[in-house]
């Protein structure tokens, strides 16, 4: 219960947080894995088949294969979701299949999106590549790398004026960010709308 939750990050204070969170194209269409974490700003984003608490799991042991144990508990010590169908198995994405546990789950109160606010608020970029109500199926997962790496290598003021992968790699270093396929854009090149997907760019030609 996010009660817990706010027990747990007040007796360990700096605990790494990842908001998780799905994003919908049209009902019951391909939909969005979103994990933000939340000191660095930066949001992963995984393209799934079905809204379903398989594909959410599948994502973990994949992430945690990718990043190994040592890595992957260091990195993801707590994460913060809401009580989504999708969220409804916490024991398979805590625990490994030798019953090691690698995260801890908790879930916000219903129907208070503000609770996990960081990554409802940066699913506003992606809004500006993909607005609601748009069907993801043209989609690849490549396609949404390509998004997020140029939603990730924008510039804020709220981490002075840095992206979010300059942050993530002083955290964690590059060679995470590496092992994560992100690619940073340069600055000039920082795109923030659809134009970015080839078959957008050649339409508009």
Excluded: W
Aim: proline content about 4%; overall charge neutral.
């Amino acid at each position: 219960k996010y009660e817990d939750y706010l027990s747990y990050m007040k007796e360990n204070p700096d605990t790494p947080v990842r908001e998780l969170d799905s994003v919908e194209g049209i009902k019951g269409g391909k939909v969005l894995l979103t994990i933000h974490f939340v000191k660095a700003e930066m949001m992963l984003a995984f393209l799934r088949d079905y809204n379903d608490s398989a594909s959410v799991i599948a994502v973990f042991d994949k992430l945690y294969r990718l990043l190994g144990e040592d890595r992957f508990t260091v990195i993801f010590r707590v994460c913060l979701t809401d009580n989504g169908s999708e969220f409804s198995n916490p024991k398979a994405i805590e625990f490994d299949e030798r019953g090691k546990r690698r995260t801890r789950v908790f879930y916000c109160d219903p129907s208070s999106p503000y609770q996990k606010g960081s990554a409802e608020r940066n699913h506003e970029f992606i809004r500006m590549f993909i607005p609601k109500g748009t069907d993801f199926a043209p989609y690849t997962q490549e396609d949404i790398n390509l998004m997020m790496d140029h939603i990730n290598s924008y510039s804020r003021e709220s981490i002075g004026n840095r992206c979010t992968y300059e942050v993530f790699a002083f955290l964690y270093g590059q060679e995470v960010l590496d092992l994560l396929g992100c690619h940073r854009i340069p600055p000039q090149k920082v795109t923030l709308n659809r134009s970015i997907f080839r078959r957008e760019a050649k339409h508009e030609i």
